[in-house]
């Protein structure tokens, strides 16, 4: 009798694809489906050659070659696309079996879905896979959320295939986060850390090569330096790469032949949409998925430069080595400053959605396998286990001390790059930020006065309880 898969497979993209020869490096045996047969067939022939990997030609025989209870995998494009593949599985499916989704889907879809699907007697999973193509083929960070009673069955195959860390290097980088759509919902702020990461070590970046004039190489060699210490990650580790990478077509600096447009998925949009439904003041991730849209507009930034010409107010560096120092300093703070952000957003959602997300355990997660594993992820986790109701990582001893070591240089890099006519609205937003919550008294009450002004939203006052409301002109 041939031998029945542990796991299905439906989507052979590169994501896909790994993914599949992860499990089955781990022992898996894994059933693949894929639209396009001749992509399935192409995998089978080549890179799945030789291991436990069932081909399929419809969803049927996908379905047909899975041991029960079936746990079925989508790797599928977000949105419509996902919805179409469950109902396609649906008439081969038992109560019981599984439904993974393991794309970048909204997290209220996968609240929708887990219902629907537990209403046919499935049960479903919407799990964020981080890692890349790179990650989901030797290990990535994985978070899965949804029907919890489908977690014991999937969770041997997705601890095995995900990253490990820890001092025995065997702790993984998956574990529960919790109902519905809470799997997809972190991956999701993951990611828009990872927008407000990215920006910031950009214009780091812009800073070195416009103010200091640094070569590539010269950034290079120093983004490997500040990647030995608590700058540590995975983004600061590929750019110092991507800056000494030679263009094989023109001989030029790669990073200097790419065009200054950068492209988004949604998912920055996603969570600067949620952040606003949810009120909590998220700037630095949000200004770095408007940074990526200011750059789309290339077109329309080469008019304005035509017609009103570029910054012009270049300042004068007496002491290029002390600002290399201070922006280091200020990309550790603003970087802290936009991770502290994301929390901030999952703590808001954990209390509208009754999730009881695990802070520190999720810092764990990302600490290996995903875009944003960083070295100072392991503060953060402590910050956390030290204090399981900690309101802000502002707060964290560490955290407080670190950022305001930094202060005077974060505010010194913001001042010298916005006097050179550099944008930097990922460090500005990220000071900014820094310094409302540490401003007792903001000119909000001003702002009330206008509502109550103009529409009679009524204010509080700060001598009395209760609302109020006047009549500030006279008939």
């Known amino acids: 009798m041939k031998k029945q898969a542990d796991i299905g497979m439906i989507g052979l993209a590169v994501m896909g694809q790994n993914l599949v020869l992860n499990m089955a490096d781990h022992g898996y045996t894994v059933a693949v489906y894929n639209r396009t047969v001749e992509i399935t067939d192409e995998f089978l022939d080549h890179e799945a050659s030789g291991k436990p990997i069932l081909g399929a030609r419809s969803v049927q025989e996908l379905v047909s070659q899975v041991q029960k209870p079936r746990k079925i995998m989508l790797m599928v494009k977000a949105g419509a696309p996902v919805d179409a593949v469950i109902e396609q599985l649906l008439p081969f499916l038992d109560n019981g079996d599984i439904i993974i989704d393991g794309g970048n889907s909204f997290f209220k879809d996968t609240i929708r879905r887990q219902k629907y699907l537990e209403g046919k007697g499935l049960r479903f999973i919407g799990t964020g896979v981080s890692g890349g193509e790179e990650g989901a083929r030797h290990g990535p960070s994985i978070m899965p959320g949804g029907s919890a009673s489908a977690w014991p069955e999937i969770k041997k195959i997705f601890q095995d295939i995900s990253a490990k860390v820890g001092p025995n290097n065997d702790v993984p980088c998956c574990d529960w986060i919790g109902q519905d759509g809470a799997g997809h919902f972190v991956k999701m702020v993951h990611n828009g850390i990872e927008y407000g990461d990215m920006e910031l070590i950009s214009e780091a970046y812009f800073v070195l090569k416009t103010i200091l004039n640094k070569s590539p190489d010269e950034m290079g060699a120093l983004f490997e330096r500040w990647n030995e210490g608590v700058l540590d990650s995975y983004l600061v580790e590929i750019t110092a790469a991507i800056l000494q990478k030679r263009d094989d077509m023109s001989g030029n600096y790669l990073i200097d032949m790419i065009l200054d447009k950068a492209g988004q998925k949604g998912t920055g949009v996603w969570t600067s949409i949620t952040a606003l439904e949810l009120g909590v003041p998220i700037p630095t991730l949000m200004e770095a998925t408007v940074a990526r849209a200011v750059s789309a507009a290339k077109k329309e930034r080469l008019e304005i430069v035509k017609s009103l010409g570029a910054p012009n107010g270049k300042k004068e560096v007496h002491d290029p080595n002390a600002l290399i120092r201070s922006l280091h300093d200020a990309l550790y703070a603003?970087?802290?400053?936009?991770?502290?952000?994301?929390?901030?957003?999952?703590?808001?959602?954990?209390?509208?959605?009754?999730?009881?997300?695990?802070?520190?355990?999720?810092?764990?997660?990302?600490?290996?396998?995903?875009?944003?594993?960083?070295?100072?992820?392991?503060?953060?986790k402590q910050a956390f286990d030290d204090h399981r109701d900690l309101k802000n990582l502002?707060?964290?001893?560490?955290?407080?001390?670190?950022?305001?070591?930094a202060e005077k240089q974060l505010r010194d890099i913001v001042c010298t790059a916005t006097q050179s006519g550099v944008p930097v609205p990922a460090f500005s937003s990220a000071l900014a930020y820094f310094d409302a919550f540490r401003t007792e008294v903001l000119p909000a009450h001003m702002i009330q006065a206008q509502r109550d002004y103009f529409g009679a939203h009524t204010y509080e006052r700060i001598d009395r309880a209760g609302t109020f409301h006047t009549e500030w002109t006279k008939p």
């Open 334 to 380: 603003a970087k802290i400053l936009s991770y502290t952000q994301g929390f901030q957003l999952m703590r808001a959602a954990s209390d509208e959605y009754a999730w009881n997300l695990d802070y520190g355990r999720i810092a764990y997660l990302w600490r290996g396998g995903c875009i944003i594993r960083a070295r100072f992820l392991e503060q953060i």
């Open 394 to 405: 502002m707060l964290a001893p560490y955290f407080s001390q670190t950022l305001l070591a």
